[in-house]
């Protein structure tokens, strides 16, 4: 049976910046009434222990089976929490274009307190998307997370950093994906 996607909460990740409103997550959070985006009070000069928290927070206060729907430096925020709390509600995650945190070359020294990314299977399910043309991650380097993490891989060619840059609107391919992810649950 498959899964109905009112079944769960959404708890959308973003990266360093917040996603504008020409981000997928933007407009999955404007399409799906069980969205809702994890919000930091400092969405540039990102700490850890603090998005940490309010992630914390964001799980404790809901009552149906979640799903983490990460993009950038909020899928080490997913993979961090994943490797340090027990998943409770938390049934799956969909992981959008990784930042390789622990690369000088490839992200700033702002996000460097998130590193190392832990390398173990992750407790839920989840599936890791990359671009193969990615600025802030090798299409090697997502693919690596992914096995670490036992996790699904889709490579979706080249469309930079899924970001709103990207423009991918809603964003069809994602939504495939997402329901995907929802049957392994």
């Not at 959404?10 to 919000?39: I, K």
């Not at 391919?173 to 992810?181: A, E, F, H, K, M």
Request: with cysteine; hydrophobic share 50%.
């Amino acid at each position: 049976m498959i899964p109905s996607c009112e079944a769960f909460d959404f708890l959308l990740l973003p990266g360093l910046g917040n996603s504008g409103v020409d981000h997928w997550q933007s407009h999955w959070s404007m399409a799906f009434p069980n969205a809702s985006r994890v919000l930091q009070d400092d969405w540039d000069t990102p700490r850890l222990a603090d998005w940490l928290t309010r992630l914390d927070n964001a799980v404790a206060q809901g009552m149906r089976p979640a799903v983490l729907i990460a993009h950038s430096l909020g899928v080490a925020l997913a993979v961090q929490w994943l490797a340090t709390r027990a998943p409770g509600r938390v049934k799956a995650a969909l992981l959008v274009a990784p930042s390789d945190v622990e690369s000088a070359d490839h992200t700033p020294n702002a996000v460097r307190n998130f590193a190392p990314l832990p390398r173990a299977a992750l407790p839920v399910p989840s599936t890791v998307i990359a671009s193969s043309n990615d600025p802030y991650v090798t299409l090697a380097r997502a693919g690596a997370f992914a096995a670490s993490w036992e996790s699904g891989f889709c490579d979706v060619g080249e469309l930079g950093h899924l970001n709103g840059a990207s423009r991918l609107g809603l964003w069809p391919q994602g939504l495939v994906l997402l329901g995907r992810l929802l049957n392994r649950i």
